[in-house]
């Protein structure tokens, strides 16, 4: 007994020492390339995490832009947060080779938080991630997009419907009807489901998805809060299980209705002709049919797995479109030479006509494309992870294997050698004659490469579609001045007190 309990002991120790010359060799490695990085100065143990003491998100955000700002076209500059390396990316030409490098996938621990409420193609990382993405893409399959179209018409007259019965003398904020609006519209794409969120607002699901987003966020800016058996234990921890058990509930029962639906539609097979050609179709598969298709193919899978893989594509699409919206909302009434050039596009284009928008019509919303991409310059997603597992080279230096990436989209989208007017609302940026001018890796709202966001064509036809109905019916006036704008940074950078604005009816005006 004694004997096995001594080499018990000894090999614990040399494979515990084994470990560690292992891990003092990693990190060696790691800390020589990282000296050769430029960066703030450092103090020892904490390194640079003294300068994001105590700041608020949005003050995170300014300093990493300072910071960024005093080394650029320089090297990628280095951050030590106690023991994590972090190394912030602001360079396009750096972007080019991260982007196109297909391993370069995972997105780090701190995306783990998210995945109490949803792990799918967003959030997850590795292998996983990569059969989650292959079922996502489905959902944007070109067949499908044409059928979305009718969708969002739908969605968008009974979103002025809505907003009718709101007083022109009435200022709101239009963010919440914008959410209910985008949410219906990719759970009726996503699940063939119609949800009618808009007609029922003591439905707390859309707020339940805003709200646990703010309390994620709030969780990952608080170092302390990290560990479960902390944050489980405080107000925020017990209120944000409350909020995911109830988007759980919702999305599993959506997924019950729908199983039932098929079981329903497959006896009916004889009578497909009933069926318009549209999402009603019974042999047209939607996102949520692959999920449940794949989770039949993979025995064990259970309802909440197949509701949390279908939950990160809802909250990936629902809260970047309905914010943007938002924005363009506040932007056409603060600038009305803006909305001026896109009332009289529209006019234009429909010649006094309530018809349905048409994907050719899309392609005809130039000035309203301007100021959706200039929007999204300025408020896009402000940053991003990425985890590396590999030493990856660029140009002058070599990032270390075990270093998180900062990739910095919130300032190479103020950068002023790519913009005239880095940080006003300026959709002149995007004319032709400027948008040549810049190099490609100056723009990534939509980010780029194997992480790519799979929904911007839908995101972008959702949104000329709404702003579209909204301004046929109406004028848009908002009081704020760009200047005093203030932001909340959530999965975009939001625009804290919401999004204020009235809306006057107005008379179409019929071009001659
Ligand atoms: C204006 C609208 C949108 C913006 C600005 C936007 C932005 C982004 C960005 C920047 C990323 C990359 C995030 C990262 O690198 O960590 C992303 C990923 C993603 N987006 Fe979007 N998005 C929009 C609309 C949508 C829509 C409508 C959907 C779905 C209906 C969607 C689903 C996703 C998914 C599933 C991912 C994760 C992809 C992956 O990691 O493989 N997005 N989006």
């Not at 967003?122 to 997009?145: C, P």
């Not at 988007?247 to 497909?272: G, Y």
């Not at 007190?497 to 809306?503: K, N, T």
Request: aromatic residues 10%; neutral net charge; proline residues 5%.
């Amino acid at each position: 007994m004694g004997i096995v309990l001594e080499y018990l002991i000894i090999t614990t120790l040399i494979s515990l020492l084994a470990y560690f010359i292992n891990y003092k060799k990693k990190r060696r490695h790691m800390e020589m390339l990282a000296s050769e990085l430029p960066g703030p100065r450092c103090l020892p143990i904490i390194g640079n995490l003294f300068y994001f003491m105590g700041t608020s998100h949005t003050e995170f955000i300014e300093r990493i832009g300072e910071i960024g700002n005093a080394y650029r076209q320089q090297k990628p500059f280095r951050l030590w947060l106690g023991n994590e390396l972090v190394i912030g990316i602001n360079e396009p030409k750096d972007f080019e080779v991260l982007f196109s490098n297909p391993k370069i996938i995972d997105k780090g621990p701190l995306f783990s938080f998210f995945q109490d409420r949803s792990a799918g193609a967003f959030t997850t990382s590795g292998e996983v991630w990569r059969n989650y993405r292959r079922v996502a893409i489905k959902m944007f399959h070109s067949n499908l997009m044409e059928k979305y179209v009718v969708v969002f018409n739908e969605q968008g007259k009974e979103l002025t419907k809505y907003l009718s019965q709101k007083s022109p003398q009435e200022t709101f904020n239009v963010s919440a009807p914008l959410m209910r609006c985008t949410l219906d519209s990719i759970c009726r794409t996503a699940f063939g489901t119609n949800m009618e969120l808009q007609s029922n607002p003591d439905v707390t699901f859309p707020d339940d998805l805003t709200i646990s987003s703010e309390m994620i966020v709030e969780r990952i800016y608080k170092p302390w809060l990290h560990p479960d058996i902390v944050f489980n234990r405080t107000t925020l921890g017990r209120e944000t299980s409350k909020r995911v058990k109830r988007i759980h509930d919702f999305t599993i029962n959506v997924i019950k209705k729908r199983r039932t639906e098929i079981l329903k539609r497959s006896k009916m097979q004889d009578n497909e002709e009933d069926f318009e050609d549209d999402l009603r179709n019974p042999n047209l598969k939607l996102y949520i049919d692959y999920i449940m298709e794949a989770s039949e193919n993979k025995k064990g899978t259970s309802d909440l797995e197949c509701a949390k893989e279908a939950l990160d594509v809802i909250i990936g699409g629902a809260d970047t479109s309905a914010i943007t919206d938002s924005y363009i909302l506040v932007f056409l009434g603060m600038y009305k030479k803006w909305q001026d050039v896109v009332h009289k596009e529209i006019d234009e284009l429909f010649n006094g006509s309530d018809r349905d928008l048409t994907m050719a019509d899309l392609g005809r919303l130039e000035n309203l494309e301007m100021i959706i991409k200039e929007v999204l310059r300025l408020y896009t997603a402000p940053h991003t992870l990425r985890k590396l597992n590999e030493d990856v080279k660029l140009d002058d230096c070599t990032l270390p294997a075990g270093a998180s990436l900062y990739l910095c989209y919130y300032n190479v989208h103020r950068d002023p050698r790519f913009w005239t007017h880095p940080n006003d609302f300026h959709p002149e940026h995007f004319l032709p004659e400027n948008i040549s001018k810049r190099p490609k890796y100056s723009y990534i709202p939509f980010s780029y490469g194997p992480r790519s966001c799979p929904g911007s064509k839908y995101g972008i036809m959702s949104i000329k579609i709404m702003i579209c109905h909204i301004l046929r019916r109406f004028d848009v006036e908002c009081d704020l001045k760009f200047d005093e704008m203030k932001f909340k940074p959530g999965l975009m950078l939001e625009l804290e007190g919401g999004y204020p604005i009235r809306l006057i009816p107005r008379i179409q005006k019929t071009i001659t």
